[in-house]
Nanobody, 114 residues
Framework: VQLQASGGGLVQAGGSLRLSCTASGSIFSIALMGWHRQSPGKQRELVATVTSTGNTDYADSVKGRFTISRDNAKNTVYLQMNSLKPEDTAVYYC?????????WGQGTLVTVSS
């Protein structure tokens, strides 16, 4: 299984970005897709997840600003990030959970300038 993430970049505070992550390879039934992030000197943290039936969960710090969605036909998960803040600066990693195994993408850098 391979995960390819894209969409990171540099944006000013208050701006928006949309991340995408597509899974390929031995894809069967992806129970959970999600995004995590890691800032310098901090542990990786959960940002948002979405189940195969569309149930979502968000970290308190991004509720109301970020929206996670998925396209099951394309094995793709998206993260729409609005009203970005400098504290959102991090490397964002996508993750899928399939058949009791977690798979991680390579990470995409999001930098929010003040």
């Amino acid at each position: 299984v391979q995960l390819q993430a894209s969409g990171g970049g540099l944006v000013q505070a208050g701006g928006s970005l949309r991340l995408s992550c597509t899974a390929s390879g031995s894809i069967f039934s992806i129970a959970l897709m999600g995004w995590h992030r890691q800032s310098p000197g901090k542990q990786r943290e959960l940002v948002a997840t979405v189940t195969s039936t569309g149930n979502t969960d968000y970290a308190d710090s991004v509720k109301g600003r970020f929206t996670i969605s998925r396209d099951n036909a394309k094995n793709t998960v998206y993260l729409q990030m609005n009203s970005l803040k400098p504290e959102d600066t991090a490397v964002y990693y996508c993750r899928i959970f399939q058949r009791a195994t977690n798979y991680w993408g390579q990470g995409t850098l999001v930098t929010v300038s003040s």
